[in-house]
C-alpha cells in the first residue's frame, strides 16, 4: 500500500443514519498536516464545519499518537525532527477546534514532548483507546460500525470528537483512538471521560444505569461508559450477615476516603468456595467513583 505523508481533516459526522448519507470529498473541506500514513479515503456528511473530525492511520511513527492531560499533548519523540512532525501534525488540528498552542517543550535527554495550549470555552481533550474492547481486528466494517457505537454517544453528550486514528502497528492488534473534548476537573478522576470498566468480574450494569452514561455492554465483564473514573470492590464471605458487614464496612471506608458510593450487591454463590479450613457461600460488590 502507498503512504502519503498526509492526514485529512474531514466534515464527518458520526451516526449511523448519516454514514449512510455520506457524500464525495471537496477539495474546500481538507486541511492537510504531515503524517505518515496511507492515503485515508476521505468523505463528507452535512456542511457545518464543526461537524467533522480528523481521520487517519497511524503505522509505524507511533509519536504522533498523543496522550493528553491537564491542557496538554505529549509524545515521546526519539529525536527534535520526530517531536516537529508531531508539532505539525497536532497543532492545525488543535486550531481547527479553536485551541491555541501556548507553549512547546521537547526534553531531548528522554524523549519526551509536550504542547501546552488554551481553548476559548475552556475545553481540553481527551483520549480512548479501542483495543480492550471485543471487536473482531481483522474486520474494517465491524471496526468501522464500533467507531460510529462510540462517537454518536459522545456528540449526544456534548463531547465533540476531534480525532479518530487508526493504528496499524505491530505492537497492538488493528485498533483505533479517539479523542474528544470534555471539561477540566481539578482531579482527572471527576471529569467526564469515555472509559472503560473492566475488572474481570461479571458487571451489574442496572446499578450503574442511572450513575453512568452507558455506551456499550460490550461483555458481561466489560463496559464502556462516558462519566466520572468508576470503582469496584468484590469480596467473598462465609455467610450472608458477614456479606452485608463487609459491604456496610467498605461503604464506611469510602465515606472516609471521600469517595461516592453508588451502590452494592449481596448475592449468593452458586456452589460453596473452599480455601483451606474456610466455605464460602456468600459475596459483595461495591461500586463507587474514584
Same mark, same amino acid.
Given at each position: 500500500?502507498? !503512504? ?79 517531536? !516537529? ?45 479501542? +483495543? ?14 464500533? !467507531? ?53 468480574? +461479571? ?24 462519566? !466520572? ?62
Amino acid at each position: 500500500m502507498n !503512504k502519503l505523508a498526509v492526514i485529512a481533516i474531514t466534515a464527518l459526522c458520526v451516526s449511523t443514519a448519516q454514514a449512510a448519507e455520506l457524500n464525495g470529498i471537496y477539495a474546500s473541506d481538507i486541511a492537510a498536516v504531515k503524517m505518515d500514513i496511507p492515503a485515508p479515503v476521505l468523505q463528507r456528511t452535512g456542511t457545518d464545519p464543526k461537524c467533522g473530525h480528523v481521520t487517519g492511520e497511524i503505522a509505524s511513527k507511533l509519536h504522533l499518537l498523543a496522550q493528553a492531560a491537564k491542557s496538554q499533548l505529549f509524545t515521546y519523540a526519539k529525536t527534535e525532527a520526530e517531536f !516537529k512532525e508531531f508539532t505539525d501534525m497536532w497543532t492545525p488540528i488543535l486550531a481547527k477546534f479553536d485551541m491555541k498552542v501556548i507553549a512547546r517543550t521537547y526534553d531531548p535527554k528522554v524523549g519526551f514532548g509536550t504542547l501546552q495550549y488554551v481553548s476559548s470555552d475552556g475545553s481540553v481533550v481527551r483520549e480512548f483507546q479501542a +483495543d480492550g474492547m471485543d471487536y473482531d481486528a481483522l474486520s474494517q466494517p465491524a471496526m468501522e460500525k464500533l !467507531k460510529h457505537e462510540l462517537l454518536e454517544p459522545l456528540e449526544k453528550a456534548g463531547m465533540t470528537p476531534v480525532a479518530v486514528l487508526d493504528i496499524r502497528n505491530e505492537i497492538f492488534r488493528p485498533t483505533f483512538r479517539i479523542y474528544y473534548l470534555t471539561k477540566p476537573e481539578e482531579n482527572a478522576d471527576h471529569e467526564a471521560q469515555l472509559r472503560q470498566l473492566k475488572n474481570g468480574d +461479571d458487571i451489574d450494569f442496572e446499578l450503574l444505569a442511572g450513575a453512568v452514561n452507558i455506551v456499550k455492554k460490550d461483555r458481561t465483564f466489560s463496559l464502556v461508559y462516558i462519566g !466520572k473514573l468508576l470503582g469496584y470492590k468484590s469480596k467473598l464471605a462465609t455467610d450472608e450477615l458477614k456479606a452485608v458487614m463487609g459491604a456496610a464496612k467498605y461503604k464506611e471506608f469510602l465515606t472516609e476516603q471521600r469517595k461516592e458510593f453508588i451502590a452494592s450487591r449481596i448475592f449468593k454463590l452458586d456452589e460453596p468456595f473452599m480455601v483451606g479450613e474456610h466455605t464460602y457461600n456468600y459475596a459483595y460488590s461495591v461500586y463507587f467513583f474514584q
